[in-house]
């Protein structure tokens, strides 16, 4: 359908906005249009179970409006002769069963044009929602009590962990898998065991749902999960290590390091470390070169974060630009 | 799912689809108003319809959103449908 701002005629459908929003009905003359209950600012104290399909004059009809009239496409369909339409209109007045989403004012118009209903507000709206970029970041303390094992699915990451020598590893997997659990719950209502997790041949857990990552750094684990590819990576500011790292630094990065003051240059190595990983997890294939890795991109976010004393860098990357909603020390049993 | 998964995850949700990039968090409580005070439009009756039944995967189907006065109301309705 498009739309005009031409003078109606008989039959026609036609709308008017309100603060995003279209209001519709079918136009029999400057006195009588059709239409399943008034604007909503019209009739704000009504429940839905009381809307009615009435008529109204143009006036009542706009509400200050701008008024717009519908003209059919080949792709709406058949468009019912103007005489059946107002027919069809008038027939239905009086008759309630309103709904937001499934009998709304557009519904009823394009039923009266067409035979059919369709609500294209609603399922823009609908569309709007599916493609939304979300990207959370979550982050947890490692707790000491003892964990369940066998809590964790799928069965394939389960023996993965339990095959870790290590039982300060075995735990920190665990409650990153848990956290894991946590934000596919929270971020998209996904339940663990309706998920199919595959395992690709560098051996990342993938989701065909979403994308994730998960990284763990002494006590503390960070979980990252989007609709778009993203990489997550927590590191302890640790001085110890950070002669390494300052060994993978890229030239550019070098010269920015030679200009950072002594106090600040681990957290400023260890932030450079986050970033490689982040924008390395973030990817697909190959191995890890942290030296060839550059981290002057758009799509790197980096905080500095202190848990129990602990100076944390917290390095989250996602090539497509999205609000990140941190959601930080979160309780895991 | 327990209520207080349902609630944090309304809570989540409206703030995705309600809230202005630079507002504050909404301060949302089973007491809150849906129209009084979360100030929702007709829009944003809208979005947050479609949000709650996309996220929970539920429909809306025998009930009309206006028939909701606060939070509780929805909450209460989204407890039922998920655990049916």
Known sequence: MKWSFDQPKFGDMIRVNFNGLYHYGIFIDEDKIVQFGLAPVARRLLKDSEVEVLTSNVEQFLCGGFLEVGIPEKKDGKRRPPKKIVEYALSKLGQRGYSILYNNCEHFAYECTFGQKRCTQADDVREMFRSMPILDVYT?????????????????????????????????????????????????????????????????????????????????????????????????????????????????????????????????????????????????????????????????????????????????????????????????? | MTREEITVKLKDLFDLVLKDDDSPDLELTEDTNLVTDMGLSSVGVLYAVVAVEEFFNIRFDDVGFSDFSTVKDVIDYIEKKVNA
């Open chain 1, 140 to 333: 947890a303390k490692i707790p000491d009590t003892d964990f369940d094992i066998d809590t964790i699915i799928p069965e394939e990451r389960r023996e993965e962990i339990l095959s870790c020598g290590s039982d300060k590893v075995k735990r920190e997997k665990f409650y990153a898998w848990a956290l894991l659990k946590y934000a596919l719950s929270r971020t998209f209502n996904y339940k663990m065991e309706d998920l199919v997790f595959e395992r690709a041949e560098t051996g990342k857990w993938n989701l065909p749902n979403c994308f994730f990552s998960i990284s763990h750094s002494n006590d503390m684990v960070a979980v990252a999960v989007s609709r778009n590819a993203v990489g997550v990576d927590i590191e302890a500011v640790n001085p110890k290590k950070c002669s390494a790292i300052e060994k993978v630094l890229t030239k550019k990065e070098k010269k920015l390091f030679a200009g950072v003051c002594e106090e600040e240059r681990s957290t400023f190595l260890t932030q450079k470390w986050t970033e490689k990983e982040s924008i390395f997890k973030a990817g697909k294939n190959g191995k890890f070169r942290p030296a060839k890795l550059e981290t002057a991109i758009e799509g790197l976010n980096t905080k500095s974060v202190v848990y129990d004393g602990v100076e944390y860098v917290l390095t989250v990357y996602s090539a497509k630009t999205s609000p990140i909603r941190y959601r930080e020390q979160i309780k895991l049993d």
